[in-house]
């Protein structure tokens, strides 16, 4: 997107991601970073920007960084719901972790067809986001009732809370009919957001208003639901990667 609005060169563009805490980072405490995209530019800026307190790794894999970027802040609303929802139950985080991952995987499987693997840096970001930061407080105030969604993303104190408009984002992106596939178990087509049932409750819950903060636990413990395993499975057949979605030919 910034390519085609700017006509700036792909490898002119970086992503400068976690696994950190803005807040931390403020306070100097021991951060860690990536610096994401084309080696010319990556590799001097990290040595540039490196401290003691501020460790920056480099990567070329631009578009799964920064694609993960993104659904990272989505679910971490859903997992301060849960935490706030469950009194900090440690099954439950632990299971909610496990599906909110495997659609992270599926929905990167669209966009990238070699995507890196979520591990590593990229699993420690995630964890942080869905651990601390401004999106997991607004999911806990939100399950609380202390927050309502009337009140809007940006809130005092702690700036834009990201992930609200990426939720509606990437629903609406995954919910073209263009992008329909064939349900593995259904055998009928449907959008691929039909396989995101996390992701799709989040809409309901933060975009639509048709769901309260408790619903995050219906669409958990749903008994339909599948082993999460079994959606990292189907995205890493490659068989749903739309080239499209980023303007690819």
């Keep these: 997107m910034i390519?085609?609005?700017?006509?700036v060169p792909i490898e002119n563009i970086l992503y400068l991601g976690g696994p950190n805490i803005a807040s931390e980072i403020y306070n100097k405490e021991y951060a860690n970073a990536r610096i994401c995209g084309s080696?010319?530019?990556r590799k001097p800026l990290a040595k540039f920007l490196?401290?003691?307190h501020f460790i920056v790794w480099d990567n070329s894999d631009l578009?799964?960084?920064?694609?993960?970027g993104g659904l990272k802040n989505v679910y971490a609303i859903g997992a301060g719901m849960v935490a706030a929802l469950t009194k900090e139950s440690a099954t439950s985080k632990s299971v909610y972790f496990a599906h909110c991952t495997s659609e992270m995987i599926f929905i990167t499987h669209l966009l990238a067809e070699e995507p890196e693997k979520l591990a590593g840096p990229l699993l420690a970001d995630t964890y942080v986001t869905l651990l601390k930061g401004r999106n997991a407080w607004y999911g806990q105030m939100i399950a609380k009732g202390e927050l309502s969604r009337d009140m809007g993303d940006s809130i005092s104190?702690?700036?834009m809370i990201q992930g609200v408009s990426a939720v509606g984002a990437f629903y609406e992106l995954l919910s073209q009919s263009s992008l329909n596939m064939l349900h593995p178990e259904e055998k009928k087509h449907v959008a691929p957001v039909e396989l995101c049932p996390i992701l799709k409750m989040l809409y309901r819950i933060l975009i639509t208003g048709e769901q309260s903060p408790?619903?995050?636990?219906?669409?958990?413990?749903?008994?339909t639901l599948n082993d999460p395993r079994e959606r990292i499975e189907i995205a890493q057949s490659h068989v749903f990667y739309r080239p499209s979605l980023l303007g690819q030919p």
């Design 3 to 7: 390519k085609c609005a700017t006509g």
């Design 39 to 41: 080696e010319k530019w």
């Design 50 to 52: 490196r401290q003691p």
């Design 63 to 68: 578009v799964t960084h920064e694609v993960m």
């Design 157 to 159: 104190g702690k700036g």
């Design 214 to 223: 408790q619903a995050i636990l219906e669409a958990l413990r749903d008994e």
